[in-house]
């Protein structure tokens, strides 16, 4: 454009001009790689040379935009969505009255107002091919936006569907859907896709079943509409193949959708599958950092309700203190617990026998979250339809804290390596039921990209242009010198079964857990941009950058060995093929080789220092433990 | 006191007054212990039963301290402690003239002025047998206030020395000192000495070397006249042993000195005995705790210059800062050295040869505290007589800087486990050159003891008196996993060699180095009080409660194992001892035995779990590390 301006306005030399735009490139963007500066050469070129006189038609100063009324009346939101979030998105927030926000003066916001949004911005959205398609839902796994979902369509519901999923909906495969006469459809939520491609590149198909088109010619092939019935009108039947395994987890409906993270974002995958797997009981204490802005940008809520009314309470707290925050949830919400019991307790031999059964039930699986769910879905309605039985008004009263919530605590590095640090470990060392994800970019993201604890020698940040000196905190290792704290270090890409295991786990261990996530971001610069992140994500854990394991006290009081490795021995010969796929390293290489390299062998050393370290660890023998107990 | 007024006053019966005191005496002392309250109990009747009618002569009233008065002449300190110090120890302060601070606008206090104090508190102090002594040492490296202090006379010393030093002084034992025709001595400042009775304790030889006896005795035997003259006339000749070992570490002058410590301090010997080591280089950040009121509560500085005019510099920041305080000193030191380098490299081929050959050695040495620090004995004359050679201006101008600084950062465990721990585990990732000293007493101390994340499960503290439900933080592993930080465990009273040893490997290793001192503290309420503590402390390490070791990361870089235990496999059986000998934990065994019972094992199994784990390492194959260097 700006080229083009030169050349028509002629306010000075062309030449001249062109040659200032170049040096100007070069400046900018000669430490992001040769290639990123030829292509603005190319840029300023073809932007001068390809001038073309397009006339206007006047009568389009006055044109409507239907889609955008006809969107306007589909996409109706309840009350607080056409009267708070619809304006306050359009930028018109500052002519609201005070009194639309009656009701909200507390300051939550409501659940799930995202799906309203239909933002249309993925210039190429998937089409799904099903004649290729092997079911797997791997597609599903990796979308950071949760567009696109797996449907088991059954007869009633098929036969309301809109014709094209009629048409294209397969027969579900496999042994448990024999006899069942359950259709399988892939489907996209086309205005809701960022067009972020991972789902494409992930379809392990030799002939892909997913293949990026335009996003009109998806909305003309009424995938649009397809989606709208799916989503919202076929239930989501994740109780068939459960949800321990990769394809299973993926029929689960998502408590966290179509948020505002950028596209190909390798965090909000790990808290999708979070959501589809406990989402009914979550309570998430947020950390400031990108989590914060895409958990709950107002007023966009992408956390949202099923269809019981439950999903995830989320909040978000301060950089210093989020550990300690979501640790305060928890102790209030046991505090209240502890007080249903003791009111149980002293009701049991007043109560009619059916209630006082369900007393000692709760009394007895409290700390079950299924368990106590269910004991509650039996319980809240005896008690209301006695509400002079011993007990009935207080429990009723506290009937939100009779199922055990799933307490989670969320960040990223720049949080948990750094800032928020001191708390955490105050919190890992409270050995409280709490769970801890840290989402590991390696890079403060959402301040703009600077070092943290978690980065590592050789990368270059804000601040450390020269690339950082030193290594990587082993936020992992630390944790498990305290010998009570469930450890997962995980990397979807690298293995999606070994993170949907280690998330169960954590939830389900009684005390401490902590998961590292491996998640690529915008800030490392991947080759080809974060729709190649899936590669270059399985690559960081071949080539030994981010082993995976699992670290489980409970083993280790059974006698065996706490830590289990996935995978392979790493393959160190890729690791600088890792690094030079990024441009968090490579930059650094083109700046200052000596150095870069330097640094590069110091990366690579700690990396085997610490896979050593981690052998040695998985390989001692804890069979005293065993013994001494 | 009371019991003698209510029995004089006669202001309510006796009998009804009596039992009032024993049931408030029951209530306030019960937790500490039957002992406690029956000597309570007695005092109780004592008081009243013991009443003498003493007449008192009317002239009493005008009498005048002479002993005062002739100390304020004998120990006229410099013109800041007559203007200052001593109004302000006299609580005068308010009386003081803002013009007498002229000089001290910078904050910066005097070094040293502790020693024209001459509290005289010791009601009982130590006095010297010598025919038993062995000369070993012991008693002076466990004083908390280095008042007692070995000498080591020359002919020439000895002939100017007070009657009773001549009487006294034995021949200094040992074939280092063979035909030096040496006496020695060991010197008690009584006036200086808190009467704790740890060196009469600590004294290992079957007849007592030390036997404690009223300060009028010592002051009447002119031990005081002999430590005036010891201590300031005598030269501290610590190059005939080194100061690599108890013996010869003690003949080197402490640098730190009658401090206002509690008597018995178990954190100031480690202190005292690092400024023995490297006080002439040492520069301070201390944490808001015990360590930064001892160590400078205005207008009292323990810490002091030695005859050349070296000493350590001292300064406190906040309990959540003062690891980066400290790692700050460091790199402001270092950056100024950097540029005392360039200059030095810029000056090279210009300046005369002499100069250069000294600049040349610098920059090789630089590193190397006690070769820059000899560089710059032979530097800074040069210079001086040639002011105009290249770079002499401003190198003269730094010439403090020339010698490399033992950049030190001291705090307790509420510091470093809790409050600064945030700050200490960044400073621990630095990589940077310092020095670590953590005094844990295992809980917070200065505050009047809350438990931190050091104390251990059923200890009672305050807001903790149902014991702490959970383990101690393991905060020498979790340095350990970085891999180049140096760490070690220590506690002088189970071994004061492996303690030097440590102390000296610390200040050498030139990365972080951390060591975690175990310190008997007036909070852990030790039976019999912290006179006994030198027992008690070895006791720590010897039932397994305290295990001491290094890591020291070097020894991994050459494929052999970092982690040295010092000492033998704990003998588990005295743990239960060792807690019952302190209120901390014995209290709770008092109001709770169940409950209490339940911890001790908890405190017990944790600490045989790290014991294993601290063995799982130390018994692991690190030869890897030499083939993949």
């Known amino acids: 454009m700006q080229s083009a301006f030169f050349k028509l306005a002629k306010i000075i030399d062309f030449e001249k001009a062109q040659e200032f735009m170049k040096k100007q490139a070069y400046k900018a963007y000669s430490k992001k790689g040769e290639q990123i500066v030829e292509m603005n050469y190319k840029a300023i070129d073809v932007g001068a040379n390809g001038l073309v006189k397009v006339d206007v038609d006047p009568s389009w100063a006055h044109l409507v935009d239907e889609v955008k009324v006809q969107q306007e009346v589909k996409y109706k939101g309840t009350p607080f969505v056409e009267a708070i979030a619809k304006p306050v998105n359009a930028a018109r927030g500052d002519s609201l009255p005070v009194s ?145 395994n990769v394809k299973g987890s993926q029929f689960a409906q998502p408590l966290f959708e179509f948020h505002a993270a950028c596209p190909g974002c390798g965090e909000t995958p790990y808290i999708t599958l979070a959501t589809r797997l406990f989402g009914e009981s979550m309570m998430i204490a947020n950390a400031t950092g990108c989590s914060s802005i895409y958990g709950g940008s107002a007023p966009s809520t992408p956390y949202r309700k099923n269809d019981k009314g439950f999903g995830p309470a989320w909040a978000n707290s301060l950089f210093e203190d989020n550990a300690e925050f979501g640790l305060g949830m928890h102790v209030a919400n046991e505090t209240i617990r502890h007080r249903i019991q003791a009111v149980m307790e002293a009701s049991l031999e ?19 979250r299924v368990k106590s769910a269910q004991i509650r879905d039996l319980l809240v309605p005896q008690l209301q339809a006695h509400p002079s039985a011993a007990g009935a008004d207080i429990i009723l009263n506290l009937k939100q804290y009779l199922a055990k919530k799933s307490q989670w605590i969320f960040g990223g590095d720049g949080w948990a390596y750094d800032i928020g640090y001191g708390g955490l470990d105050h ?31 050789g990368s270059i940040a804000q601040f450390t242009a020269a690339g950082k000196p030193s290594q990587k905190k082993d936020l992992g290792y630390i944790a498990m010198t305290y010998g009570n704290v469930f450890v997962a270090q995980i990397n979807s890409n690298a293995s999606a079964a070994q993170a949907i295991k280690a998330f169960e786990a954590a939830e389900a261990y009684p005390g401490v857990s902590l998961i590292i996530a491996y998640s690529p971001c915008i800030a490392h610069g991947i080759k080809g941009g974060l729709g190649k992140s899936g590669n270059q994500g399985e690559l960081a854990t071949k080539c030994g950058y981010w082993p995976i394991y699992t670290y489980d006290p409970r083993l280790e009081k059974e006698g065996k060995n706490p830590v289990k490795i996935t995978g392979k021995e790493p393959d160190w010969s890729l690791y600088d093929e890792f690094l030079m796929n990024e441009v968090r390293y490579a930059s650094l290489k083109k700046s200052n080789p000596e150095h870069a390299q330097e640094l590069f062998n110091h990366n690579k050393k700690d990396a085997q220092r610490r896979w050593r370290q981690l052998n040695r660890l998985a390989q001692a023998d804890f069979s005293n433990e065993l013994e001494e107990a």
Chains 1, 2 share one sequence.
């Not at 099903?130 to 796994?141: G, H, L, S, T």
């Not at 050995?431 to 978690?454: A, P, R």
Request: charged content about 30%.
């Open 100 to 244: 639309v926000f009656n009701g909200y003066e507390d300051g939550t916001f409501e659940h799930g107002t995202t799906e309203y949004e239909k933002r249309g911005i993925g210039v190429m959205v998937p089409k799904w091919i099903e004649e290729n398609c092997i079911q797997c839902n791997q597609c599903v796994f990796v979308c950071p936006h949760a567009v696109i979902r797996p449907f088991l369509i059954n007869e009633e519901e098929l036969e309301a569907a809109p014709e094209g999923v009629k048409v294209h909906a397969l027969e579900a495969k496999g042994k448990e859907f024999k006899d069942k006469n359950m259709k399988f459809k892939i489907q996209v939520s086309s205005l809701d896709c960022t067009g972020c491609e991972l789902c494409a590149e992930a379809c392990p198909t030799k002939e892909k079943s997913l293949v990026m088109v335009p996003l009109g010619e998806s909305l003309d092939a009424g995938e649009q509409e397809n989606a709208d019935y799916l989503f919202k009108k076929v239930t989501y039947k994740d109780d068939i193949l459960g949800k321990s």
């Open 427 to 457: 919190v890992i060392a409270s050995g409280e039921d709490v769970n801890i994800l840290v989402l590991d970019t390696e890079v403060y993201s959402n301040t703009g990209g600077q070092s943290s604890k978690s980065s590592r020698a």
């Open 350 to 368: 007043k109560a009619p026998n059916a209630i006082a059964a369900l007393y000692k039930d709760w009394i007895e699986f409290r700390d079950d």
